[in-house]
Nanobody, 120 residues
Framework: QVQLVESGGGLVQPGGSLRLSCAASGIFFRFYGMGWYRQAPGKQRELVAT???????NYVDSVKGRFTISRDNAQNTVTLQMDSLKPEDTAVYYCNAVGAIGVTLGRNYWGRGTQVTVSS
């Protein structure tokens, strides 16, 4: 049984920081690329950041220099450190796992999301 469980969301003022975590179970974690997506009210879900099975990272332009994605293969977790938050970062943030090695290819799993609200 596969589970991705997000935590760390909440309310923060503009310019503040939050740290999101995603705990994975039921998968061989280091065989998966991990990502964070977000969806704001009335908008499509967008890819925010990814970290591959090899540790390579990518970011959407709007968060470059402010967000950092990382993974801990010993703990089966992926983290999104969010600094200098802006109101437009307000969204539900979702954890995603995509199989990248061997028999995991084609597998795709989602968490249920955690709310991030940036407001004064």
């Amino acid at each position: 049984q596969v589970q991705l469980v997000e935590s760390g969301g909440g309310l923060v003022q503009p310019g503040g920081s939050l740290r999101l975590s995603c705990a994975a179970s039921g998968i061989f974690f280091r065989f998966y690329g991990m990502g964070w997506y977000r969806q704001a009210p009335g908008k499509q879900r967008e890819l925010v950041a990814t970290v591959g099975s090899s540790g390579n990272t990518n970011y959407v332009d709007s968060v470059k220099g402010r967000f950092t994605i990382s993974r801990d293969n010993a703990q089966n977790t992926v983290t999104l450190q969010m600094d200098s938050l802006k109101p437009e970062d307000t969204a539900v943030y979702y954890c995603n796992a995509v199989g990248a090695i061997g028999v995991t290819l084609g597998r795709n799993y989602w968490g249920r999301g955690t709310q991030v609200t940036v407001s004064s």
